[in-house]
């Protein structure tokens, strides 16, 4: 399912004061089955475009169509209803989210809401339960005995018992240890492949921009500076200081080595395969 920003600006209301713009006439075209990261520095608007793609956060002007149903000012109440169902939202550290006494009552509530029955649902939780790598019988337990990454998968669980079309993730992997991200990023991938979803995701993380994702969007103040794909966004160096972007190990190795030897390597290397391979093309090694 397709994402589309058509001139889209929004702000938040805080009591009677409106802020500044958080979203500034951002234009873009998500394509169905794409997986999308989204970087830039703490406050340029990442967590907001997200927000604007399941209707949390309403535009002032332009709209947003998730497939054929749109988001803006008159939106329609069933359009935000279909659209909350398609588009799963994971959130930053989704486990505060957590509410029953059981996990499996906190998986079965969003598919309750949509109409789901509790047979059926109770046999999706125990269906996505086991796809974010627990055990049937943490269902019982309740979701606040469990440890900080066990939380998360049961969060993420709950999103997926939703069945949406297009899985938005602001930093799912903040605060794991590097196994327990891991693991989640992988999951993410896999069900992103198999199920066709568009999938968006809002990482620090250059490594994970590289290892998933298929095409990039820089964001700054508000708007969208950039939309392309890893190789494009870090062959312009010089603009990716500018957007305080860390540039992935193998790249930042490859600059280092080409400043200090004279030798340009015939290719922009992002991983350390590529890296390798470019050094013995060029004999280095
Ligand atoms: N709920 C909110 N109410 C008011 N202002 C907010 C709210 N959420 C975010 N903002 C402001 O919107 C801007 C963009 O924030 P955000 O989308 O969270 O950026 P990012 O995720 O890139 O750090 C910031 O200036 C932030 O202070
Ligand atoms: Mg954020």
């Not at 066709?196 to 508000?222: C, F, N, P, Q, R």
């Not at 966004?233 to 030897?261: G, I, M, Y």
Request: net charge negative; aromatic share 6%; glycine share 8%.
């Amino acid at each position: 399912m397709e994402i589309i920003f058509d001139r889209v600006s929004a702000d938040y209301q805080i009591g009677p004061i409106r802020t500044p713009l958080v979203l500034h006439d951002v234009n873009v075209k998500l394509a169905s089955g794409s997986y999308t990261a989204v970087v830039g520095y703490t406050g340029a608007g990442k967590s907001s475009l997200l927000k604007a793609m399941n209707g949390l956060l309403i535009p002032i002007q332009g709209q947003v169509k998730i497939g054929s149903d749109l988001i803006k000012q008159d939106h329609n109440k069933n359009a935000l209803k279909s659209i909350r169902k398609k588009v799963g939202m994971v959130f930053q550290f989704p486990e505060s989210q957590l509410f029953a006494e059981t996990v499996e009552k906190d998986i079965c509530f969003g598919p309750l809401n949509f109409g789901v029955s509790l047979e059926d649902a109770k046999e999706v939780a125990k269906k996505v339960i086991q796809q974010v790598g627990l055990s049937v019988d943490v269902l019982e337990k309740s979701p606040f005995s469990l440890s900080g990454g066990q939380k998360r998968r049961v969060a993420i669980a709950g999103i997926l018992a939703m069945e949406p079309d297009i899985l938005v993730l602001d930093e799912p992997g903040a605060g794991l240890d590097p196994s327990g991200k891991k693991e989640i990023m992988d999951l993410i991938s896999s069900w992103h492949k198999e199920r066709g979803l568009t999938t968006v995701l809002v990482t620090h993380d250059m490594e994970d921009v590289i290892s998933y994702a298929d095409e990039v969007i820089v964001m700054e103040k508000g708007t969208i500076v950039f939309h392309d794909t890893a190789q494009v966004l870090f062959s312009n160096t010089e603009q990716v200081e500018k957007w305080h972007l860390d540039a992935p190990d193998a790249r930042r190795f490859q600059l280092e080595l080409e400043k200090k030897t004279g030798i340009t390597l015939n290719r922009i290397c992002l991983t350390v395969e590529d890296l390798a391979d470019a050094l013995i093309e060029v004999g280095l090694v």
